[in-house]
């Protein structure tokens, strides 16, 4: 007599023979077993971990005064940047900075010049864009500074320096400002 599987015990051999019992990495899941890690030897175990096991590095830290930068836009400073933002020293940050600056007036975008304040610090943004940030390392406490005030006066240079980019790039701008010059100067 031939042996004849009842219906559930047929489906669950073809599901095995499928594989779509057993979990597989593919899919996300876990393996059902896993291997030991290989045991260390003396030099990897003095290695630094790796970086997810790391503690993370603040957002900020202040930089010693011969790494200070002024950030200037058409020759107008707007701020002084002191901190290290994400590893990058305020000489990268300023550099940047006028790059996305310049990419914001060839696009014809200079204002309206906005903040957004976080709990880093706060964040400039330019029609809606981020522009730059200033954190609490970027001001000197001991010379009465304040993140609200540097913020403040950082937004009005800006919002000058914004105006004389486009005028600068603008030359019809710069033709009836030398005519209106030329007219008031004295005789």
Not at 53 to 66: D, Q, V
Not at 78 to 104: F, G, K, N, Q, S
Not at 106 to 128: C, N
């Amino acid at each position: 007599m031939l042996f004849r599987p009842s219906r559930p015990f047929a489906l669950l051999l073809l599901l095995l023979a499928g594989g779509l019992l057993v979990p597989t990495v593919a899919a996300g899941q876990e393996p059902m077993y896993r291997h030991p890690p290989p045991p260390m030897n003396r030099r990897q175990a003095t290695r630094e971990p790796p970086a997810s096991t790391r503690p993370a590095a603040p957002l900020a830290e202040t930089t010693p005064a011969s790494e200070h930068v002024t950030l200037t836009f058409t020759n107008r400073p707007i701020t002084m940047l002191r901190a290290r933002v994400l590893y990058r020293p305020p000489r990268e940050r300023a550099e940047a900075i006028v790059r996305r600056l310049d990419a914001l007036v060839d696009e014809g975008l200079t204002g309206p010049i906005s903040t957004q304040k976080s709990s880093d610090g706060v964040l400039v943004l330019v029609a809606s864009r981020p522009v730059f940030g200033l954190t609490p390392a970027d001001v000197d406490e001991l010379a009465g500074e304040t993140l609200d005030a540097r913020v403040n006066q950082a937004t009005v240079a800006l919002g000058q320096a914004l105006k004389e980019a486009v005028e600068l790039r603008t030359p019809s701008m710069l033709l009836r400002g030398g005519l209106q010059a030329f007219r008031s100067a004295p005789p």
